[in-house]
């Protein structure tokens, strides 16, 4: 509450529950999902987390709002090959899986608008609805045997799927044409990417493994590596966000 200064445990969970992501609607109404397939959610700005839901034999990776009532997360199953979507109208009180086919586990999520949406993971996963997440089909991936860790869009046409594998190859895929087709930026030696940011569509960062730091400043056309202060190659970058055009936080 003090802007990074301090900070203090308001919920912990059992070993297999591992905390993966967390979204807030606004200061007070956020959600959090986790390995060992529970959904904690909390209505007072983060002071106090409950249990709203889970889902036996599940890690769950990403959560994200589309509208202040529409919630989907997506994750899969860590023994089987299986990838699991689900989805909320009624702003998280109640969740149903609109999606458990065979595939690989999904790691993260983003909708164009309410009703374009695309879904990355693992084995080169890639999913995409036009309905909302009703129906969710298969896109052609360029490249296999990466996982695909995040998924981006600047604008209607253009996004960018970020992933690799782990220690030895980073991968960067870019649309033009709202994800019917996805071609090859970068994959290369190297540690996976592990998320992506924009802000206002033209500063954007990528971050993985290897304290790996990406910056663009025209919209994904070309990106500089940069290396932060008090950082060594053995470091894992997990996550971007962005502020402003001044404050980024990894």
């Keep these: 509450t003090d802007g990074g200064l301090g900070w203090y445990v308001t919920c912990t969970t059992d070993n297999t529950s591992r905390v993966m992501c967390i979204t807030f609607k606004d200061s007070v109404y956020g959600f959090g999902v986790c390995h060992g397939g529970k959904i904690v959610r909390t209505i007072d700005g983060g002071m106090n987390w409950v249990n709203v839901d889970s889902l036996n034999n599940r890690n769950f990776f990403k959560i994200i709002y589309v509208t202040p009532q529409k919630l989907f997360l997506v994750g899969g199953t860590p023994t089987s090959d299986t990838s699991t979507i689900m989805k909320s109208d009624d702003g998280?009180?109640?969740?149903?899986?609109?999606?458990?086919?065979?595939?690989?586990?999904?790691?993260?999520?983003?909708f164009i608008d309410t009703l374009k949406g695309f879904a990355t993971g693992e084995n080169s996963e890639i999913l995409s609805t036009t309905d909302g997440g009703i129906n969710w089909v298969s896109v052609a991936s360029p490249v296999t045997g990466r996982s695909f860790n995040g998924v981006v869009f600047v604008g209607a046409d253009t996004g960018y799927i970020i992933g690799g594998v782990r220690d030895s190859a980073r991968t960067l895929l870019k649309t033009i044409n709202g994800g019917n087709s996805w071609s090859i930026i970068k994959d290369e030696i190297g540690g996976?990417?592990?998320d992506i940011a924009f802000y206002k569509q033209t500063l954007g960062y990528i971050v993985g493994e290897n304290a790996t730091v990406l910056?663009?400043?025209?919209?994904?056309?070309?990106?500089?590596?940069?290396?932060?202060?008090?950082?060594?190659?053995?470091?894992?970058?997990?996550?971007?966000?962005?502020?402003?055009?001044?404050m980024a936080v990894i």
Excluded at 92 to 110: E, V
Excluded at 215 to 243: C, F, H, M, S
């Design 92 to 110: 998280g009180n109640s969740w149903s899986i609109i999606y458990n086919q065979p595939g690989s586990r999904l790691k993260a999520i983003s």
């Design 192 to 194: 996976a990417y592990n």
């Design 215 to 246: 910056k663009t400043t025209d919209g994904g056309l070309n990106w500089t590596a940069e290396i932060p202060d008090a950082t060594d190659a053995l470091q894992r970058i997990n996550t971007v966000a962005i502020y402003n055009e001044h």
